[in-house]
């Protein structure tokens, strides 16, 4: 619940190149949902940019590319992601797709899987908790289209995705509709933390007895690779074969840490599952 609002412009130039670029402005709002069935809760101005750009679709090579960034002051947050995208059709009967995605995420209020309220467990009052989120995320997808005969097509859809995050910063929601960021949250201090070497204990009231305990393993690093070929054969006018391979890779743990290299070679050794398909078709005329 909130305003805001953007100015953008649509420009198209006489070589049939594209470019959108533009800002935006959201105001300070509640969010509904923050807190998982918990109250409102306010969330700070946010300023952001970005552009699109469209080469001429009509060439045999075309890309486009889109970038952006928000940044909210207040909430030392910010975004910023990176799109990329190339397409070939070096003849009619080919065509290759190629797009990519890489965001940069710093956000200070996240929730984490599995979230929910944590219980005090001095005075059993039920309270919110959230955290810093450093998230990095890469994916990409790849397909093409390739037509041998009239009667005989492949295609082929290829999509890889990275995505790790480590939190950090854990604070206390204390006035969750204020406007402002110290009296709505208390971020946990160092001597709160490590009053007894448990870095998901909290002790509040300096008393040496935990209030809050966090889950373990919050950190993570996923990984995950889906792919689809398909041969499609029309053996007589309106009936079809159809030999299809579908191949789906994932790997994941509770590592925060992002290493493009590491990571992809984990997920490409890792145990998958490999569908084999043949299906059929027949048109018959009745």
Avoid: C
């Amino acid at each position: 619940m909130g305003g805001g609002g953007n100015i953008n412009a649509n420009i198209t130039f006489m070589n049939y190149w594209f470019i959108n670029p533009g800002i935006f402005y959201n105001a300070r709002a509640l969010h509904l949902f923050a807190l998982w069935g918990g109250p409102a809760l306010t969330i700070d101005p946010v300023l952001g940019a970005w552009i699109f750009v469209n080469s001429d679709p009509r060439k045999k090579l075309s890309f486009n590319l889109f970038m952006n960034r928000m940044h909210s002051k207040e909430a030392n947050i910010t975004y910023a992601n990176f799109d990329p995208g190339i397409t070939w059709r070096p003849t009619e009967y080919f065509t290759l797709t190629a797009t990519g995605h890489l965001q940069k995420a710093h956000d200070t209020w996240m929730p984490w899987i599995d979230y929910g309220p944590l219980e005090d467990q001095q005075t059993g009052e039920t309270r919110f908790i959230l955290s810093t989120l450093d998230q990095t995320t890469l994916s990409a997808e790849l397909r093409f289209d390739l037509t041998l005969t009239p009667d005989l097509t492949i295609q082929f859809y290829g999509s890889p995705y990275l995505d790790a995050g480590i939190f950090s910063e854990d604070k206390l929601v204390m006035e969750a509709r204020s406007a402002d960021w110290d009296t709505r949250y208390h971020t946990f201090s160092d001597a709160e933390r490590d009053y007894d070497g448990n870095p998901l204990t909290y002790d509040t009231d300096g008393d040496g007895i935990t209030n809050f305990e966090l889950p373990e393993d919050r950190d993570f690093n996923y990984k995950q690779f889906n792919s689809n070929f398909v041969v499609r054969w029309e053996y007589k006018t309106g009936s079809a074969l159809y030999f299809v391979w579908s191949n789906n890779l994932s790997h994941s743990l509770s590592d925060g840490d992002f290493s493009f290299g590491r990571d992809l070679n984990r997920l490409f050794r890792s145990d998958g599952e490999n569908v084999f398909m043949i299906k059929a078709s027949y048109l018959m005329n009745i």
